[in-house]
């Protein structure tokens, strides 16, 4: 019974959970809805923010050792002696005491070292954040290109559906031989499958949103499409090192590595007070009764009631060197720390400057694929009045026709390949996308 309502609250949250899904689709999925969706129900996140909360236990439990102990103790117990007087003999103890360590060079330290890691906890969260954050990015700006090369597609094969019956139109009419107009259909027939092929991709990428996101599978998921104009896309890419001094200061994978040379500082401080006396302070009170007393129970509790208290000093002299390897351990782990933090200022540098190249070379390729399609366009429109009218075969027809394809093709290419490089690098800054 005591398992329902947890269950009740489950089923609770699943219902609203869904409801909060199915809500969403009917309105449609933006970048930021897809991003504050995964945020919350993500798989990887939830585990993120229970190893933050553990921190936050550790961190209590640490201060918890300033407090004092109290404990209390009974023993009671039944001896047989076949051969005595008497034979048996019950007896019984209890013992209330306290203790409380007044002086403990270390324990200052484990708060502190406490502290930093339920710190380093929270970096780890806000990690796991970005990491989902530029996952639901990669694979929006994915289903947008996707949906945006079906419509690329499925326009040839519109096209080339037209000029196959014109072929056949032809080929009855003794045009054009057989072989041209078999070329022509199995164009057709290949384009067909890159449409097909190209709806198989924007299905795949939106099960792979579903599952970022923590909701059923909808290979047909509603994605609002954003819109990118020349503009967009070629925005001005900020400077990389302006990019990589916002970033230190933001980014948890640098903040991180801080902490843990913060961590092992409070390590060495930790192992030098290995060398520290500990002084502690303890008190109890207790009694005592016996089956074989002529007293009355009360009577045994008063008479053998006792009281004591003391304090207790402990001063190490030689510890077999423990002490010394653990401070020689806690700076090695200083060295160690140092070294990944300038490894991870390295890789967040070469990662920002790889961004920042791409997106250089995508605006690039753009403007390139922008001239040749438009080229490209009115070359094919060319020679499609001259295939009208039978002065192009169909071989010359089909090249002109693959030739802007594949420019369309590397227009889309470099017009996503540049948005979502430069969303990249907004977000390595900590600012918004476009």
Not at 56 to 67: H, I, M, N, P, Y
Not at 246 to 272: F, M, N, Q, T, W
Not at 368 to 392: D, H, I, P, R, T
Request: neutral net charge.
């Amino acid at each position: 019974m005591a398992s329902a309502p947890r269950f009740l609250i489950l089923a609770v949250a699943s219902f609203f959970t869904a409801v909060s899904a199915v809500s969403q689709e009917a309105s449609g999925w933006t970048l930021q809805s897809c991003i504050d969706y995964a945020l919350e129900n993500n798989f990887d996140i939830q585990l993120s923010k229970v190893d933050k909360q553990v921190a936050d236990v550790e961190l209590k439990s640490a201060k918890g050792t300033w407090l004092p102990s109290l404990s209390f103790s009974s023993n009671q117990s039944f001896g047989n002696h076949p051969y005595g007087d008497p034979e048996n003999s019950y007896s019984g103890s209890y013992n209330l005491s306290a203790n409380w360590t007044v002086f403990d060079g270390s324990r200052t330290s484990a708060i502190d070292i406490a502290k930093v890691s339920q710190q380093s906890a929270n970096e780890s969260f806000a990690q796991s954040k970005n990491s989902v954050i530029q996952d639901v990015l990669n694979i929006y700006i994915q289903i947008l290109y996707c949906d945006e090369a079906v419509k690329i597609q499925q326009n040839a094969l519109t096209t080339l559906e037209a000029q196959r019956d014109r072929s056949k139109g032809l080929y009855k009419a003794g045009s054009i031989s057989i072989s041209d107009y078999a070329q022509v259909e199995a164009q057709y027939s290949a384009q067909n499958y890159s449409v097909i092929s190209a709806q198989n991709s924007a299905r795949d990428y939106r099960m792979q949103l579903c599952q970022l996101m923590g909701i059923p599978v909808d290979l047909s998921l509603n994605i609002v499409a954003a819109t990118y104009d020349s503009s967009a896309v070629l925005a001005a890419i900020p400077d990389y090192m302006m990019v990589y001094q916002s970033a230190l200061s933001v980014r948890p994978e640098v903040k991180s590595r801080e902490l843990a040379i913060e961590s092992a500082d409070y390590g060495i401080k930790s192992a030098r007070a290995g060398y520290y006396p500990t002084l502690s302070m303890g008190a109890s009170v207790g009694t005592a009764n016996g089956e074989k007393s002529s007293l009355s129970f009360v009577d045994q509790v008063k008479n053998n009631w006792s009281n004591s208290v003391g304090m207790s000093l402990n001063v190490p002299i030689l510890t077999g060197r423990k002490n010394k390897s653990a401070l020689e351990k806690a700076k090695l782990r200083k060295s160690s720390s140092e070294i990944e933090l300038q490894n991870a200022k390295d890789q967040l540098l070469w990662t920002i400057e790889r961004i920042w190249l791409n997106a250089i070379n995508a605006q690039t390729n753009y403007k390139a694929a922008k001239a040749k399609v438009k080229a490209v366009e009115q070359s094919y429109e060319l020679v499609s009045k001259q295939f009208e009218v039978g002065l192009k075969n169909p071989t010359d027809l089909l090249a002109q026709k693959d030739e802007l394809l594949s420019a369309q093709q590397a227009l889309l290419q470099s017009k996503y390949t540049a948005i979502y490089n430069i969303n990249l690098l907004r977000f390595y800054a900590g600012e918004s996308f476009l």
